[in-house]
């Protein structure tokens, strides 16, 4: 029997002497000299849950009108191996939905985008979420 063909997502990064980083279509990106790479997970983790949530919604035909968010993560070395690493994450979104969906309906859209965002789903220690939805 053949094995199902699951998705894969690839991505690439160049990072130049200077600091500039470029994707793989040569897109650069300067983050600010005092961001650390643990502030660009950090980014990353909020701006995957949103765009997991904008995918989940508008399969629901719901849109998002507007979305912020911030996080803060705690780094210190685990109790089982030692070693530093993200022990802790919260993170705090503000979104805006239209048409409003109803209180389940709302929960499991919520729970899809917190699921999807791979970035969340790739730490070991899993981010505590807090959405404000209007």
């Not at 979305?67 to 210190?76: E, I, Y």
């Not at 729970?111 to 505590?128: I, K, M």
Request: some cysteine.
């Amino acid at each position: 029997m053949p094995l199902t063909a699951t998705k894969e997502f690839t991505y690439a990064v160049d990072l130049g002497e200077s600091g500039t980083v470029r994707n793989e279509d040569g897109t650069p990106f300067d983050p600010p000299a005092d961001w650390s790479p643990e502030h660009l997970v950090l980014a990353g983790l909020v701006r995957c849950t949103l765009k997991s949530l904008r995918h989940h919604a508008r399969r629901a035909g719901i849109e998002v009108t507007h979305a912020t968010g911030s996080a803060r993560g705690l780094v210190r070395k685990r109790d089982t191996d030692g070693r530093y690493a993200v022990v802790r994450t919260e993170v705090s979104l503000d979104v805006s939905l239209e048409p409003q969906p109803g209180r389940a309906e709302r929960s499991e859209l919520l729970a899809r985008a917190e699921r999807d965002c791979f970035v969340g789903a790739s730490l070991t220690s899993p981010p505590r979420y807090r959405w404000n939805v209007s």
